[in-house]
């Protein structure tokens, strides 16, 4: 079982930046893929990036450029570095982990954080 615990989210205003942390437990953390998703109420959950085992790494669209995804295994944490900031940023930010490789969809991560809301004024 892997337990996954968010960081670092908070109020900025539209530009800023912030940095999410995930610290996962267990001492196989270096094989496992660590996704970042988002959600604001009403809506689906939506993939925002992952970090494979092997350092692959993909974004979405709506990220690409802004957002930072990167992995320190002797920390067992993941971080999402996020600049320039925009208010459709502002969303529930979740940690997910899978075996291995990274994938898009939601439904293929088993382990989730709680999450940590992040809220961009403009």
């Known amino acids: 079982q892997v337990q996954l615990v968010e960081s670092g989210g908070g109020l900025v205003q539209a530009g800023d930046s912030l940095r999410l942390s995930c610290t996962a437990s267990?001492?196989?953390?270096?094989?496992?893929?660590m996704g970042w998703f988002r959600q604001v109420p009403g809506k689906e959950r939506e993939f925002v990036s992952f970090i494979s085992s092997g350092l692959s790494t993909a974004y979405a669209d709506s990220v690409t450029g802004r957002f930072t995804i990167s992995r320190d295994n002797a920390k067992n944490t993941v971080y999402l570095q996020m600049n320039s900031l925009k208010p459709e940023d502002t969303a529930v930010y979740y940690c997910?982990?899978?075996?291995?490789?990274?994938?898009?969809?939601?439904?293929?991560?088993?382990?989730w954080g709680r999450g940590t809301q992040v809220t961009v004024s403009s």
């Open positions: 997910a982990s899978r075996y291995f490789g990274g994938e898009y969809s939601r439904e293929e991560y088993p382990y």
């Open positions: 267990g001492r196989t953390f270096s094989r496992y893929a």
